[in-house]
């Protein structure tokens, strides 16, 4: 299992139902099971070959409901619902047509719009924290209720890289470190240097 999904699978909680959307080889599901986290657990992938190897891993009969369709929805219904390693706009499709007491989230891109529509639809952001497994990541837990109080004092700053700006992550910080050298070398457009001002305002809580 890899850092990410170690990481994931650490934010994972006892639940009474469970599905991992987009499960791919199945590792987080495979998690949930050898602990007993949930005692209904689905493995659910659009892919008919990345479902199957999730099957191989942990086998027709372990007592797992493979689902092959789409997160928006195979997620109904269930008390926890995790997704990793998929864009965020689709992550972002799928918070909207369900309702859990709890996501878990690693999205790939768009981590923004993937807070922004937790919080819109009252999910609490509870952790949120960058780390580094060869590239940069983003794990995110929200349970139901209070996200749009949360959202009313939601700066852009965390918005674009994360609720606890205050906690210190070295993997954040290098992270904002490498994007602002980036962003540096670009033409100086308005967008740019926007762009430029929440990086540094991101960085200076972080370098407090």
């Not at 599905?19 to 998690?31: A, F, L, R, W």
């Not at 493995?43 to 070959?49: F, G, K, L, V």
Request: aromatic residues 6%; charged residues 25%.
């Amino acid at each position: 299992m890899t850092g990410r999904l170690g990481a994931v699978c650490a934010l994972i909680e006892k639940t009474q139902s469970f599905i991992d959307v987009g499960c791919d080889h199945g590792y987080t599901v495979q998690y949930v099971l050898n602990n007993n986290l949930a005692e209904k657990i689905t493995a659910c992938d659009i892919s008919a070959p990345s479902l199957a190897k999730a099957k191989a891993l942990l086998g027709e009969n372990c007592g797992v409901k493979f689902v092959c369709a789409d997160g928006k929805i195979a997620a109904k219904g269930h008390d926890t619902v995790l997704i990793s390693g998929m864009g965020g706009i689709e992550i972002s499709s799928i918070i909207k047509c369900c309702s859990p007491k709890t996501f878990i989230l690693s999205p790939q891109s768009h981590v923004r719009e993937v807070r922004k529509t937790l919080l819109e639809n009252d999910y609490r952001i509870t952790f949120d924290k960058a780390m580094r497994d060869g590239k940069y990541y983003d794990v995110i837990k929200a349970t139901f209720g209070g996200g749009k109080e949360m959202l009313e004092n939601a700066s852009e700053p965390r918005l674009e890289y994360g609720m606890f700006l205050d906690e210190k992550n070295d993997a954040l910080i290098s992270k904002l470190v490498a994007l602002k050298k980036a962003v540096e070398s670009y033409p100086p457009t308005a967008e740019n240097l926007r762009k430029l001002e929440i990086i540094e305002e991101a960085l200076s809580w972080q370098l407090r």
